[in-house]
């Protein structure tokens, strides 16, 4: 074996059906995300290249890989990072790792900027990013209303537009907000810099994403109580050349951070929290509860104790009309729904996800 010739193709191959039989459902793309790792090419380039030989650097740092991820070990731990919307994010164990699903709640955050604060139209540099899932969730959309508009037409007029996913116009009748308070930093062109205010920041993905697909029109304050996160959103930070004019990142328990001059202030409170119920905590798989902090998952009894939490805590931190998005567990978003209404919440809505569950709930604080 030491005077084998392992290329490229063979390492694959050999990953894929080992990590297969210990039951990596996703075996083949793993071993290629193993695999640009530590050769540092690209995917495609892997392709490209099946019968290039590995160093015996490679092949030692893909044995170290590969035992890690046998033992159950999240790949982005190992290959320390992982795609998010338009940007690559450093992961580190100790911090949760981002989701697609929190993708979905960064363009609900993106959408309701550009309709209520940011200004309606298309805007250069301002354009949503479409994922993958936005063709998919717009069609069902699409298909929903058809459907309700013909039950409407055939006599049931009242499940017309009756629909779990969030109309387009959803937000038209938010104001737009006052302009920005003295002191406040606005754009070059003169329109008004939107205000973000993250609780639970992590990584930084979501404060980060809202920052970059925004270029200068946002400005973003993001608390962690976690100091690994805190450090690591840093450091993603730094490496997307943003500062911390842009986004400030802060440690303390979830609004503690936020100075009184800034509170009352912000457009969107936005927040992935610890939402895991109890009992759904017992049967995630290893792969989570062993290497992920239970700090960023677990919510509680029904997965809604830190979002009680913001809903209190939204009405000081945001103007008349700013939005709160939370993500949610998909058992919970009913109960989250009947809280913002008890607490006065307005235009309460509930939004799926890619899977079709819900995910995402949205709802306003109601004029002064």
């Known amino acids: 074996m030491a005077n084998e010739v392992w290329t490229i193709g ?8 080992y990590l297969g039989k210990k039951g990596d459902e996703h075996a083949r793309y793993t071993a290629e995300l193993l695999l640009t790792s530590v050769t540092g090419m690209k995917r495609i380039d892997l392709y490209m290249g099946l019968d ?34 338009t940007l690559e994010i450093k992961c580190a164990p100790g911090v949760l790792i981002p989701r697609p699903e929190t993708e979905v709640l960064v363009g609900e955050v993106l959408d309701y900027l550009d ?21 998919q969730v717009e069609e069902a959309r699409r298909a929903e209303e058809a459907a309700a508009a013909k039950r409407a037409e055939e006599g049931g007029a009242e499940a017309a537009g009756e629909t779990d996913l969030v109309a387009e116009d959803a937000f038209d ?34 404060s980060l994403s809202i920052a970059a697909e925004r270029e200068g029109s946002v400005r973003c304050v ?25 986004v400030a990142f802060r440690l303390g328990d979830l ?21 895991i119920p109890r009992k759904v905590m017992e049967v995630l798989p290893l792969e989570v509860t062993d290497y992920e902090p239970h700090l960023a998952l677990e919510g509680g009894e029904d997965g809604l104790d830190v979002f009680r939490r913001l ?34 919440f307005k235009d309460v809505r509930i939004i799926e996800d890619l899977a079709r569950r819900p995910r995402i709930i949205l709802a306003t604080v109601g004029e002064a």
């Open 52 to 85: 290039k030989p590995m160093s015996p650097v490679e092949l030692d740092r893909m044995h170290q890989a590969v035992v890690r991820r046998a033992k159950g070990e999240p790949v982005q731990y190992i290959t320390g990072t992982t795609g998010f919307r």
């Open 173 to 206: 009748d938010v104001a737009a907000g006052p302009d920005a308070e003295p002191g406040q930093s606005g754009a070059q062109d003169g329109r008004r810099v939107a205000r973000v205010l993250e609780v639970g920041c992590g990584t930084g993905c979501i």
């Open 222 to 246: 993001s608390t962690d109580v976690n100091p690994k996160a805190v450090e690591l959103a840093i450091a993603n930070r730094d490496a997307l050349h943003m500062d911390e004019e842009t």
């Open 115 to 135: 309709r209520s604060v940011l200004g309606a139209g298309p805007v250069p540099g301002r354009a949503r990013v479409e994922l993958p899932w936005n063709a």
């Open 311 to 344: 809903v209190a805590a939204a009405p000081r931190m945001l103007r008349p009309g700013g939005l709160l998005a939370c993500e949610l567990h998909e058992e919970s978003l009913q109960d989250a729904a009947a809280i913002c209404t008890a607490a006065g």
């Open 255 to 275: 609004v503690s951070p936020v100075r009184s001059d800034e509170a009352g202030a912000f457009d969107v409170l936005v927040s992935n929290p610890p939402y």
């Open 10 to 17: 063979r390492c694959l191959d050999w990953t894929r059906d």
